[in-house]
């Protein structure tokens, strides 16, 4: 081992004290100086305050993941040319799948023979754009940290566009800091183009929305499909609001508040024509005189977010986008509905895969309904809910599939999966097409 190796600095990410303790006694061997972290918030104030040549990186830690730590570091003015060797779990499709976005030197699957690791860390540092200082001290001062918004973001960028010039680095960077380069930033950040976009044909929405799970990231998504529109705002991965455009009444708050039994019909009109005349939202409006309760309005928001996401599952076309922030408006911190990606994920892949078998009997809603001889006498045979009595009260030989909706009131979802129950029951049975177009109930 030469002189040059024994000085190097690796520092060892992983949340495993295994993992820790071999990589320490495998590298400490070899004659590398070996610094370990167990959480991935301290990996960026270690690395900044004693520079290593290399960085071995969990993906999987909880709280802060190594996606996370893998962009705090390249936004870093001081840190962005460290080499990074990612470490993934074997069998971690997702990890795998996106590792190659992170732009790192090299990857690494746990569990690794000692043999495989000391390949991989050498084959890591020759790779390093210029040779390891074993211990950079930061000017506190004028770097930017990540709790400095949107400054972090683009004076790490400019400090990288400087060529390695600590100096003019630093100077950018408290130049920005400064109130006029923060409203400078505020500007140019309007302007910044999506950090990911693409086709729903290529890549499911589901997978997109993973991902920003995975990398907890913080801005917002928007999706087409056709003239309809969701805006997901996300924090951290977890998703805050979901709003929609040209998606129908279902998906309106006073549908849902209606629905929901918060709000008569015509107390709905009333309240509409007076937020319009202020110029505010429906629920800002009823939670500030009184006719909602802020955890009613919480629950009708989430209720009214889950279904346009569970709406979205069902686009096989379309365009996304995702623009990146620093923070949410502070609107938007208002109301923790609590929405996970992965809770909206699992309960949207359920109602896909019911709306394929409503389909397979109403694949029009302009179809007409018609009970079916004797249903009455099965109906009460079967006992049936107090919900499906109600639908199948609307059925009456003359209104379509569209129509009974409309009578029976409810959520979509909700009516076409009764109406499903009640064909499959033989106590209704569809006729012919009023209008004859058929939809495609998968989109």
């Not at 992983?14 to 370990?36: E, H, K, Y």
């Not at 909602?292 to 379309?318: A, H, I, K, N």
């Not at 909206?344 to 694949?363: K, N, S, Y």
Request: aromatic letters at 4%; glycine letters at 6%; a negative charge.
């Amino acid at each position: 081992m030469t002189k040059t190796q024994t000085s190097t600095r690796i520092l060892v990410a992983d949340d495993s004290t295994a993992v820790l303790s071999v990589a320490r006694r495998v590298l400490g061997d070899a004659g590398f100086d070996v610094a370990t972290v167990d959480h991935g918030a301290h990996v960026v104030n270690m690395a900044a305050t004693h520079r290593p040549g290399l960085i071995l990186l969990d993906l999987a830690m909880p709280q802060i993941n190594g996606f996370d730590v893998c962009r705090a570091l390249g936004e870093h003015p001081l840190l962005a040319d460290v080499p990074i060797v990612v470490m993934s779990t074997r069998g971690d499709a997702v990890a795998e799948r996106f590792v190659s976005a992170l732009e790192v030197t090299d990857h690494i699957t746990k569990p690794f023979s000692p043999e495989a690791l000391l390949a991989v860390v050498e084959h890591a540092l020759k790779q390093s754009p210029r040779p390891a200082s074993s211990a950079v001290e930061p000017s506190p001062a004028i770097v930017p940290t990540e709790s400095d918004g949107p400054c972090w973001s683009l004076a790490s960028h400019l400090a990288q566009a400087a060529g390695g010039n600590k100096r003019l680095a630093q100077t950018l960077c408290a130049a920005l800091m400064s109130p006029e380069g923060s409203a400078l930033v505020r500007e140019v950040g309007a302007m910044v183009p999506p950090a990911l976009l693409g086709d729903l044909a290529v890549v499911p929405i589901a997978e997109v929305l993973q991902l920003l799970a995975l990398q907890r990231q913080t801005g917002f998504l928007t999706v087409r499909h056709g003239a309809a529109a969701i805006a997901v705002a996300v924090q951290r991965g977890s998703v805050r609001l979901v709003t929609g455009e040209n998606m129908g009444r279902d998906f309106l708050l006073g549908t849902i508040l209606v629905q929901e039994r918060l709000l008569r019909a015509d107390e709905l009109e009333a309240l509409l024509s007076a937020a319009a005349r202020t110029h505010e939202r429906l629920g800002e409006s009823m939670l500030r005189h009184g006719h909602l309760g802020r955890e009613d309005l919480v629950r009708v928001l989430r209720r009214q977010s889950s279904e346009l996401v569970y709406d979205m599952l069902r686009w096989r076309t379309g365009r996304f986008e995702f623009q990146r922030r620093d923070v949410l408006p502070a609107e938007l911190l208002e109301h923790d509905m609590g929405l996970g990606i992965d809770e909206l994920l699992m309960e949207g892949f359920r109602r896909v895969d019911e709306w394929r078998l409503i389909e397979a009997v109403l694949p029009s809603f302009d179809i007409v309904l018609a009970r079916t001889p004797g249903s009455s006498e099965r109906a009460a045979a079967q006992h049936l809910t107090e919900s499906e009595l109600s639908v199948l009260h609307q059925i009456d030989g003359q209104r379509s599939v569209r129509e009974v909706m409309a009578a029976a009131g409810g959520a979509t979802f909700d009516v076409a999966r009764l109406l499903y129950r009640l064909v499959s029951a033989h106590l209704a049975s569809p006729g012919t097409d009023v209008l004859a177009p058929t939809i495609d109930m998968l989109r």
